[in-house]
């Protein structure tokens, strides 16, 4: 069939829009802390599997500040914390998906930052939000919420608790509730007890507030884990237990003990099972969900007692948990059994939490290179894809693009075609 001449003028016209103005596709959001469930693993396809600091790489753009904080999507937006003059400036920055310009970015100030360290800094909360709102915390700086055009909602400061380590963990949403572990080192710094609070999203008022008195060294992230018919249960993994509580009112279900009195990584739900490791070579356990009272020898259903790393978060993904520890030494089991497939050690030191999709799994290291495995029962390495900027977040993935943040940089990842 031939084409008149208005169907060519047209057609160059689409051509040239098509060349010029490439077309992007939004793909799933990472709203939060691990991703969409929480369980670091991502729907996505055709995900990138070499880069280094220019190949591949869409753009590169200066995080003003300092912050080990990972990158959340929405839409085509990008939101990131950083923190200024020795955690005196706290700010939340959006940026767009497709330039990484900044949009906006909001401050709190705080005159009297909370003590941390190093590998912690001022700004280590990944931010949330519900594509409405976007929530950020910031330790002594409070929790603070904004709409997606950077207008402050409400801000709450629950006041002078204190880790030595700095406050890593991050708020979630569920429902109309912000959720937020605020363990600390309690009466040894300050006058109240660690405790899990409930914040309603449209007000910034307390929903409810449960004590966690005892409880302090836990720098972990909570998830949600469905249970039998409408139920849900928000999972704490903390120093000495695995707790699960009420989301309703946050009464205390379960509890598992034999965590140890240091713990990061939060715990992944997959399989039907939650996964949870407790730092400083502690143990690796599978557990039920369901449960009430003490469930350590009803509701686990296996257990591995040595080898779990101090900082990084385990990951399920196609029927494997995957493990690995600061030193660089990499486990992979079988969900439901808890049987050894492999250990390898990747080289490098490891402090960011590794994320999966596409048959994929993504581990990035501190030295800013990203080992990308082939998903299954063997070790088999992709790539190395390495930025040479040091790196402690964790990557984001959304709409066939991985956003890795290093110290410095914030870089967006993509097959380039």
């Given amino acids: 069939m031939a084409f008149s001449a208005k169907h060519s003028q047209l057609f160059d016209f689409l051509v040239i829009g098509i060349l010029i103005c490439p077309m992007t596709t939004r793909g799933e959001d990472w709203p939060r802390w691990r991703g969409p469930a929480g369980n670091a693993t991502s729907s996505e396809k055709d995900l990138p599997v070499e880069w280094d600091s220019t190949r591949n790489v869409r753009w590169k753009v200066e995080i003003p500040g300092d912050g080990v904080s990972s990158p959340i999507v929405w839409g085509d937006k990008i939101f990131v ?10 700010i939340l920055h959006c940026l767009d998906r497709n330039s990484g310009q900044t949009l906006w970015s909001q401050s709190i100030h ?30 002594r700086g409070g929790l603070v919420c904004y709409d997606l055009g950077g207008n402050q909602q409400w801000h709450r400061r629950f006041g002078e608790f204190e880790s030595e380590l700095g406050i890593a963990t991050s708020p979630i949403i569920h429902g109309n509730h912000v959720i937020l572990v605020c363990d600390h080192d309690g009466t040894r710094f300050s006058t109240f007890d660690s405790f899990l609070i409930a914040i309603d999203l449209a007000s910034g008022k307390t929903a409810w507030k449960t004590d966690r008195r005892g409880l302090f060294r836990s720098w972990s992230t909570p998830i949600v884990v469905p249970t039998a018919g409408a139920q849900s249960e928000i999972v704490v993994n903390a120093q000495d237990e695995l707790r699960g509580y009420d989301p309703a009112n946050g009464t205390l279900l379960w509890q598992v003990t034999g965590m140890t009195g240091w713990v990061t990584p939060s715990p992944v739900f997959a399989d039907g099972l939650i996964f949870a490791t407790s730092g400083r070579d502690g143990p690796t356990l599978a557990v039920k969900p369901g449960g009430r009272g003490d469930v350590s020898e009803s509701h686990v259903v296996w257990r591995i007692d040595r080898g779990s790393p101090y900082v990084c978060s385990p990951l399920c993904y196609q029927g494997l948990l995957y493990v690995h520890s600061e030193q660089g030494i990499l486990s992979c089991y079988e969900a439901v059994s808890g049987e050894v497939q492999y250990r390898q050690r990747l080289g490098g030191t490891f402090k960011s939490s590794g994320v999966a999709g596409d048959g994929k ?42 956003f890795l943040r290093t110290l410095n940089n914030l870089y967006c990842i993509e097959e380039q075609k």
Wanted: charged letters at 20%; hydrophobic letters at 35%; a negative charge.
């Fill in 81 to 90: 914390t950083s923190s200024l003059d020795y955690g005196r400036d706290r």
């Fill in 110 to 139: 705080d005159d009297d930052p909370e003590l941390t360290s190093a590998l912690t800094g001022y700004a280590a909360p990944t931010a949330v939000t519900n594509g409405k709102q976007v929530v950020a915390f910031f330790g």
């Fill in 361 to 402: 799994v993504y581990l990035p290291n501190e030295q800013g290179e990203t080992v990308v495995l082939a998903a299954g029962r063997e070790y088999r390495e992709l790539a190395r894809c390495p930025l040479q900027e040091e790196s402690l977040a964790s990557p984001a993935i959304s709409g066939g693009t991985i």
